[in-house]
């Protein structure tokens, strides 16, 4: 049998006011090529299709004309939620959708799978949904559930019992925080206490594929264990990270290998780091002026509407931030202090320039400019 296994879509996010849905739905069509392509028989979505809990009307067409040409190459696609789904929006219509498209979101269910026949017998695919531990301990009264290490422990131990009765392959869906991998800063919404909340990759030992979502960057924690993340980059922080989909293949024994498939980039995310001058003119950025950019200037003062200049040159420029080389020599004096400390209107106006440049006085040019308007003001009140 051969898997796709995917994660993340999260349908409606935008990246930096920016919408995704049309970039999106570009690289799915891809990925539903891929499916094509490859002969894939059955496609694992592990969850955060949705990006929030209420997407917008204009996210669903993006999802359900997804899936159904996913099941049209004739593949069977299995979907499962993630901590920005709604299980229960998301679950809403799995039982309108045409047969071989199954949207799985009930914690209650976690044991019964999905099963897929191959040449070499039965395929079960267990779909665990995100598990929040104070929404489910009703689902399994009397079981500890302080933490989502309970929740899937116990949630695995169902599927083992299940499996176990049933022989055959089993693959299982989750979408968690596993150990062993660092979130993306500003990307994955924590779902961490501390460390209660870290799922140790054991819990998924002895099965035969285990395709996780919720990191949004590629990861392999053992053969068998893996994360695809996110089809498309939605921070800076994932600009290095190649956007795609695992390409798994069982044999009659289980797993036997696993490919990675790139998935196409439709804008570059660059981020560029210079005096805001070298930014604008320097031709060492030029191959950044038709991707996204985050651009990082240096000056030890903040310029003006530096926004509105970078995207002269770059059209995409999403972000600006000010990140000056040289530290700030801190100076413990309030403006108040400052002002009646000083000895000369030039003084006093150093004092001012401290003030509102969080630190940097006057320069050698501007002191020059400065005694120049003095010496003209002294002229111009001795003459009148």
Not at 49 to 63: M, T
Not at 125 to 142: D, K, T
Not at 146 to 169: K, Y
Not at 255 to 268: C, H, M, N, Q, T
Request: one cysteine or more; a negative charge; hydrophobic letters at 40%.
């Amino acid at each position: 049998m051969r898997i796709l296994h995917t994660s993340d879509w999260h349908i409606g996010r935008s990246f930096h006011g920016h919408s995704t849905l049309e970039a999106l739905r570009g690289v799915l069509e891809r990925l539903v090529a891929q499916v094509r392509e490859n002969d894939v028989d059955l496609v694992l979505v592990a969850g955060d299709v949705f990006d929030s809990a209420a997407p917008s009307a204009a996210c669903y067409p993006v999802l359900s004309d997804t899936l159904l040409a996913l099941r049209e190459t004739g593949a069977t696609v299995v979907v499962t939620s993630g901590n920005h789904d709604s299980a229960a929006r998301l679950g809403f219509q799995s039982a309108l959708l045409r047969d071989g498209i199954l949207v799985l979101t009930d914690p209650a269910a976690v044991g019964t799978p999905v099963t897929i026949d191959d040449a070499a017998g039965p395929v079960h695919v267990y779909g665990i949904p995100y598990l929040e531990p104070a929404l489910v301990r009703h689902v399994w009264p009397g079981v500890p559930m302080r933490s989502q290490h309970d929740a899937l422990t116990h949630a695995v131990s169902l599927i083992r019992a299940d499996h176990t009765a049933r022989g055959g392959r089993a693959v299982v869906m989750s979408h968690c925080f596993a150990a062993g991998v660092e979130a993306t800063p500003g990307v994955e919404r924590e779902i961490r206490q501390g460390s209660l909340d870290v799922v140790p990759v054991s819990v998924f030992d002895d099965l035969d594929y285990v395709a996780l979502g919720h990191i949004h960057g590629r990861q392999t924690l053992a053969e068998r264990v893996r994360y695809a993340g996110a089809p498309l980059h939605y921070s800076f922080g994932e600009q290095d990270k190649p956007r795609g989909s695992w390409l798994v293949d069982l044999d009659e024994n289980g797993f036997e290998k696993a490919e990675w498939l790139e998935l196409p980039v439709p804008r570059r995310l660059v981020t560029v780091r210079g005096a805001l001058d070298d930014l604008l003119t320097d031709e060492r950025f030029a191959d950044a002026e038709d991707a996204w950019v985050c651009a990082q200037y240096t000056d030890t003062t903040p310029q003006i509407d530096p926004m509105r200049r970078l995207q002269q040159r770059f059209p995409h420029c999403a972000t600006v931030m000010h990140t000056p080389d040289a530290p700030r020599v801190s100076d413990e004096r309030s403006y108040a202090q400052r002002v009646r400390h000083a000895r000369s209107d030039a003084e006093l106006i150093d004092a001012f320039l401290v003030h509102v440049r969080e630190g940097e006085g006057a320069d050698e040019r501007e002191r020059e400019l400065i005694r120049d308007v003095l010496d003209d003001h002294a002229l111009t009140e001795a003459r009148s």
